[in-house]
């Protein structure tokens, strides 16, 4: 019985030949991806190539792209690739302006308020991942604590998001 | 040995071959391009044949006839004594022995489609019913992606659509970007649930209360069912539908107008939408960032779900193909590809539910999230939680609900020997795979010692069809409700934990701190014995111990070192 190696250990930048950076280009990077979708796929693999073996290799693929391609999932990878862990809690400074988040939120009784409140975090999270974009390379800290936050708003937001979903 | 694609719909089944390039329906049922998946089983009448298509049709005798079996696939359900899978291989036999026939050749292989929707265990049940029928399964694809490689062939198109798949007894809509030949599916989303079936029910519901009929017989209903179908379709040309129905000896004419017909399917269109919109957000796309959606299904052809889909997407809405046979085509043209190994045309779909196990506090551990790319190979690590425990037990859900036993179960097994140690030492890691067919294998192994559990999910249901279309009504209105709840659990679980800790090393923390550490463990406590209060609420307060506590946790834990070394072997122990 096959098993996978460990692919949280995989460089994910180097495994589609790209340079180790968060500013990609994700149009080229959805054509690397499709090229070798062409090559490696069960289905297009000939020859030798088994198709089992073709399996894994393009669920890695996959795996590959999906956490390359999410601008959220990729910050998170970056700093695994640059050996800096991920942090799980919010940092202090900004936890106190967080966590006051949902209690804001509640407190809008307004539909329109409400979306406005919505839309300003959205806008938060462009200004974020903008402000990740143009970090240097070497300021991890701060990529770290970006990220941190990156991931807590967008939690809250698809929370919010899929209960006016289901409210109608 | 040919090789062909099969729509094995829940109203019509359609069969088609790759003939010079160019896909072609094989006609059936008395020339036709459709065959109604339909089957009779009035054996001694019919001298022992089982009736399929329009012959069971015509014979018109409903007591002994099965309609729409597609949506019992994968269910324990029984009809005269057949199971679905086996209702299913009758009709796919029949197909197969007609087209061989024709083609004077006989049938090896096919590529049949399935809603994109269906479960594994429906999957598992489709394919069980083609080796039934003496037909070795290439692939299984989703219905919505056939329909789109046979448009993209055709149009020789490239850019991102969606398929709008609205048929008898199911919906599906994905979004789709077509580059040379590749079909990527970026999102998907239907309800196995829901179809041109509903609108005819609701039909016959109107004109059985506006003459108060209360007594009606299963075969009158099944007869006045067909006829509120036909008058559906009719409806379509005419603005006033009139029909006779005889029910318990008596004549009704029954009434069906276009106002009528649109105040009666308004509710399930809008459904549909509300679906698609959902895709749409998935893929993070919006409507006018789309080339065109592809209407595919016998219902795409009402006007009045036409002009809706107009309205409602406001892009171009592509019409033209013919919607019964575009999915049949798809699967020709795949079944091809992959007997030549074509590299022209390639596929990438994705999982249509999230699949996950259940977690301790009845909670789901998300592991292959819906609409990641096929095939996929997940890993997670997990522990056991008592000392010297030697077995863990998975159950394994599909759904996208927040606790278990709300999703559907797909399989439960049991992982065993695993030698005795303390808790949370033994690794087991639990891969899941989902291949090209969208079918999962499910694999768990104790890393220290290697043993391990293969699991190949087999269609082992269970649920009957009524639990399954609440268990997909609720999903939906429940998830609000869901997410708290499974917050709620998981955060009360890290609160216990975090509890039994802090109280381990309180007497190492100084005062005045020591004193806002344990209120916050009482006001903690409180909130993790009533069930009402917010997972919100408990995890602000572990963050506010946490807090406190963290400005001591070096000192103390290297003071405790300093007095009790962990000795290595121990912990290999
Ligand atoms: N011309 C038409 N006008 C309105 N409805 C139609 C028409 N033709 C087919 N339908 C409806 O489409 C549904 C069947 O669609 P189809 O795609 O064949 O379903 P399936 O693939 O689930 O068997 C039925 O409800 C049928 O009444």
Same mark, same amino acid.
Request: proline residues 2%; without cysteine.
């Given at each position: 019985m096959y098993h996978t190696q460990d692919?949280?250990?995989?460089?994910?930048?180097?495994?589609f030949g790209l340079p180790i950076s968060y500013n990609l280009d994700e149009t080229s990077l959805m054509y690397i991806y499709l090229e070798r979708q062409r090559k490696e796929h069960p289905d297009s693999c000939t020859g030798d190539c088994v198709s089992f073996f073709a399996d894994n290799s393009v669920a890695e693929l996959n795996t590959a792209y999906q956490t390359l391609m999410d601008p959220i999932n990729r910050a998170e990878h970056y700093l695994k690739v640059r050996r800096v862990s991920i942090l799980d809690q919010?940092?202090?400074?900004?936890?106190?302006e967080m966590f006051n988040m949902h209690q804001k939120y509640d407190s809008i009784k307004n539909e329109s308020e409400k979306e406005k409140f919505l839309e300003s975090l959205r806008n938060k999270m462009?200004?974020?991942?903008?402000?990740?974009h143009n970090l240097k390379e070497d300021d991890l800290e701060k990529f770290r604590k970006y990220t941190c936050l990156l991931r807590f708003i967008n939690s809250f937001l698809e929370k919010v998001e899929l209960n006016a979903y289901s409210r109608d | 040995m040919l090789t062909v694609g099969i729509d094995l719909g829940t109203t019509t089944t359609v069969i088609a071959i790759m003939k010079n390039g160019i896909p072609q329906t094989i006609p059936i049922d008395s020339g036709r391009k459709t065959t109604p998946s339909?089957? #009779?089983?009035s054996k001694i009448e019919n001298n022992n044949e089982i009736l399929i298509g329009r012959k069971a049709l015509s014979k018109m005798d409903y007591a002994h006839t099965v309609f729409s079996i597609k949506r019992n696939m994968g269910s324990n359900n029984k009809f005269f004594e057949k199971s679905p899978e086996e209702i299913s291989a009758e009709i796919l036999s029949?197909? !197969? !022995? *007609?087209?061989?026939? !024709? &083609?004077?050749?006989?049938i090896e292989s096919a590529v049949i489609t399935v809603p994109a929707h269906f479960s594994d265990i429906q999957r598992t049940a489709t394919k069980r019913a083609a080796s039934l029928a003496g037909i070795k399964v290439l692939r299984l694809i989703n219905e919505p992606t056939s329909a789109a490689i046979a448009f993209g062939l055709a149009e020789k198109a490239n850019g991102v659509y969606a398929v709008y798949d609205f048929g008898g007894g199911t919906f599906d809509f994905s979004i789709l970007r077509l580059v040379d030949g590749i079909f990527q599916v970026l999102a998907t989303g239907g309800d196995n649930y829901l179809g041109g079936d509903d609108i005819d029910n609701a039909i016959l519901e109107? #004109?059985? #209360?506006?003459?108060? *009929?209360? !007594? *009606?017989?299963?075969?009158?209903k099944l007869r006045a069912k067909l006829l509120a179908k036909t008058m559906k379709e009719q409806c379509n040309l005419e603005k006033l539908v009139e029909k006779e129905c005889v029910i318990g000896g008596k004549?009704? &004419?029954?009434? &069906?107008?276009?106002e009528l017909l649109w105040n009666l399917s308004e509710k399930y269109i809008k459904k549909t939408f509300k679906i698609a919109d959902q895709v749409f957000s998935d893929a993070k796309l919006s409507h006018n960032q789309i080339d065109g959606v592809l209407m595919v299904g016998g219902m795409t052809k009402m006007q009045v779900v036409k002009e809706a889909a107009k309205d409602h997407f406001k892009t171009r809405i592509f019409d033209n193909i013919d919607p019964e046979e575009v999915v049949a085509f798809g699967a020709a043209i795949q079944a091809d590809s992959i007997v030549n190994k074509n590299r022209n045309t390639l596929l990438i779909d994705v999982v249509p539910l999230t699949l996950g196990i259940e977690t301790f506090g009845g909670g789901v551990d998300k592991i292959i999230h819906r609409n990641t790319p096929i095939p996929t190979v997940q890993t997670r690590e997990y522990t056991t939680y008592s000392d010297n425990q030697t077995g863990i037990k998975f159950h394994v859900v599909q759904g996208e609900r927040a606790l278990a036993k709300d999703c559907r179960s797909i399989a439960k097994f049991e992982l065993k020997g695993i030698p005795p140690a303390v808790r949370g030492t033994p690794k087991v890691e639990v891969r899941f795979s989902v291949d090209v067919n969208g079918l999962l294998n499910v694999s768990a192994r104790e890393k220290n010692t290697g043993i391990e559990q293969n699991i190949v999910v087999e269609p082992s249901a269970g649920l009957t069809e009524d639990e399954m279309i609440s268990m997909l009504e609720n999903a939906l209105k429940n998830i609000t409700q869901d997410k708290e709840r499974s917050a709620y659990i998981s955060a009360k679980m890290a609160a216990e934990r975090q509890i039994s800790f802090w109280e381990s090393i309180i007497n190492d923390i100084p005062e005045p701190e020591q004193k806002r550490v344990e209120n916050g463990i009482m006001r903690l406590k409180e909130y993790i014995s009533n069930d009402r209060s917010e997972s919100r609420d408990i995890l602000n307060t572990i963050n506010y111990i946490d807090d406190i506590v963290g400005h001591f946790l070096d000192e103390i834990i290297s003071k405790r070192l300093s007095k009790n070394p962990i000795? *290595?072997?121990e912990v290999k122990k």
């Open positions: 692919m949280s250990d995989k460089n994910y930048f180097e495994f919010l940092p202090s400074d900004f936890a106190e462009k200004d974020i991942l903008s402000l990740l | 339909v089957v #009779n089983y029949y197909v !197969k !022995k *007609i087209a061989e026939q !024709k &083609l004077e050749e006989s109107y #004109n059985v #209360n506006q003459y108060d *009929i209360v !007594k *009606i017989t299963e075969s009158e004549t009704y &004419l029954f009434r &069906l107008s276009s000795k *290595i072997d």
